[in-house]
């Protein structure tokens, strides 16, 4: 019998020699439970949140946790979804299933809606999977959305936040929250633990830039409203990307690193199957871009993308665009649709020798590209993640949000990139961009970020695979999850 239960053990969780005690004795538990453990995962409604989300739900299935994804009703209807996506979805209201935050008249607006219907919406969800016979065990919900943990907690569920922003902005925001950082900042510089000193322009622009998105700043302050409750703390990062903010957040919470959240395939390669990122709410052009990048040499194209929400000023799509005809180098740019008109009028056919624009790319299989020498990114933490974990270098262009934090980490922490500066209207002029893109393509700096790049590649790959940071982490919230009634 003893044997029996072993090897079911074995099969279901393919368990690491390091896993714990504590884990086995949980497995045997829910041998006699009449349901699988359930998670509802609940990311906010945006590209950069679900598919690090949605990652980790496929990371918990092979070791026997079944999780279905939550969206938005305008969301769902918007996905374009891999047949070979293996997580159930479910949707909920935000109060606009037609266009989603499209639909809502400010972002002010949104916000509010998704909390108050989103609350209901989810609360029936719940209530109609546990009639379904599929209980819930567990919500992972988005720190954007901190009311889904009051929902867990009606139901008597663990309620678990997941980041899809760094520990390091997170730390910032969390001395915001605490009172501990007064805006807006009177100081040129900002000292946080576990964070090196930071000028003020270093911070989230919803920080330096004290009032400009208030309904974001609510949203990025709010998140630790009642964090206190949860019963987990959850990072889309590794260990040892953010080592001492890590360290120092850990005294505040129970929490863990499960990241870089990438597909198992351009990492530790354990999951077979796991090749891509299923879910986009774009559409990809992906013949246009992998021919034209396969008759480039190798490390010649520069790759441009600025993510799925920052909208560029008009003037700093000019001169990205004139930077990059300048530089000389193979470029692929990704200008979103609703972005597409800042273009400056014949630049496309201008560079058509030289460049190719789409409107959204498969990024991943891009950045694997051989051709491919660096990367021009808005700093959106998942890009950065996956230039990390490929072993690109960067140019930091950052928008707003999160990014100018995330573009110093890259240039002075994780020293894998160079920051574009700006001159005094925030725009980075074109001979910026050409310089830096020569650097890192060409320059000794850039020859250095390629090694630091394959340093952290490596890195990565330990974190996710058998034993590392990030596997241990995915197994102790695994424990927590199988020792629920
Ligand atoms: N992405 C993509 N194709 C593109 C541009 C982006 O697949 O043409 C993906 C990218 O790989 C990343 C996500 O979209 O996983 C963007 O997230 P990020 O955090 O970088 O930026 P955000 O969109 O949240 O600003």
């Known amino acids: 019998m003893k044997k029996r239960v072993h090897f079911k053990l074995l099969d279901?969780?393919?368990?690491?020699?390091?896993?714990?005690?504590?884990?086995?004795?949980?497995?045997?538990?829910?041998?006699?439970?009449?349901?699988?453990?359930h998670v509802l995962i609940v990311p906010y409604p945006a590209q950069g949140h679900i598919n690090p989300m949605l990652q980790f739900a496929k990371r918990l299935l092979p070791k026997g946790i079944k999780s279905t994804l939550a969206t938005t009703v305008s969301t769902f209807k918007a996905m374009q979804i891999n047949p070979t996506n293996s997580i159930a979805i479910e949707t909920f209201s935000d109060g606009f299933d037609e266009g989603g935050y499209s639909q809502a008249e400010s972002l002010d607006a949104y916000v509010e809606s998704l909390k108050r219907v989103g609350s209901e919406t989810l609360s029936k969800l719940i209530k109609k999977l546990d009639e379904n016979g599929q209980p819930?065990?567990?919500?992972?919900?988005?720190?954007?959305m901190p009311w889904a943990l009051d929902v867990?907690?009606?139901?008597?569920?663990?309620g678990v936040v997941f980041f899809t922003?760094?520990?390091?902005?997170?730390?910032?925001?969390?001395?915001?929250?605490?009172?501990?950082?007064?805006l807006p900042l009177t100081e040129t510089t900002v000292s946080i633990p576990g964070l090196p000193v930071l000028q003020a322009s270093e911070t989230p622009s919803f920080i330096h830039d004290f009032g400009s998105y208030p309904g974001y700043y609510h949203t990025v302050v709010n998140q630790f409203s009642n964090i206190d409750e949860a019963d987990w703390v959850l990072f889309n990062t590794f260990y040892k990307?953010?080592?001492?903010?890590?360290?120092?957040?850990?005294?505040q919470w129970k929490l863990g690193t499960i990241g870089p959240t990438l597909p198992s395939v351009y990492l530790d390669k354990r999951l077979e199957d796991d090749k891509d990122y299923e879910i986009?709410?774009?559409?990809?052009?992906?013949?246009?871009?992998?021919?034209?990048?396969?008759?480039?040499?190798?490390?010649?194209?520069?790759?441009?993308?600025?993510?799925?929400?920052?909208?560029?000023e008009e003037q700093q799509v000019e001169e990205l665009a004139w930077g990059l005809k300048s530089s000389n180098c193979f470029f692929l740019w990704v200008v979103r649709e609703t972005e597409d008109r800042k273009l400056p009028k014949k630049f496309k056919e201008e560079t058509s020798e030289k460049g190719l624009v789409v409107s959204w790319c498969p990024q991943l299989e891009v950045l694997t590209h051989e051709s491919i020498g660096c990367f021009v990114t808005h700093c959106g933490l998942n890009s950065v993640l996956e230039a990390l974990s490929l072993g690109i270098p960067m140019v930091a262009m950052p928008q707003w949000t999160d990014q100018p934090t995330n573009a110093k980490f890259v240039k002075d922490v994780w020293r894998t990139g160079i920051r574009a500066w700006s001159d005094e209207r925030g725009i980075v002029r074109r001979e910026v961009v050409e310089i830096c893109i020569k650097e890192v393509m060409e320059g000794e700096k850039g020859k250095e970020m390629k090694k630091n790049a394959k340093i952290w590649k490596n890195l990565a790959r330990e974190a996710v695979d058998e034993g590392g940071s990030s596997d241990k982490a995915i197994d102790e919230f695994i424990g927590k999850i199988l020792l629920c009634p």
């Open 280 to 312: 986009t709410l774009f559409k990809p052009k992906t013949d246009a871009c992998m021919t034209w990048l396969n008759d480039k040499p190798k490390n010649s194209v520069v790759y441009v993308s600025f993510g799925s929400m920052a909208e560029a």
């Open 165 to 182: 922003q760094s520990c390091a902005v997170n730390n910032i925001y969390y001395h915001v929250y605490k009172g501990l950082i007064p």
């Open 152 to 158: 867990a907690k009606e139901f008597g569920l663990l």
């Open 12 to 37: 279901l969780l393919h368990l690491s020699s390091s896993v714990s005690a504590n884990l086995l004795l949980s497995v045997l538990k829910m041998e006699e439970k009449p349901h699988k453990p």
């Open 241 to 251: 990307l953010e080592e001492t903010v890590v360290d120092w957040l850990a005294k």
């Open 136 to 144: 819930v065990t567990a919500v992972v919900y988005d720190g954007f």
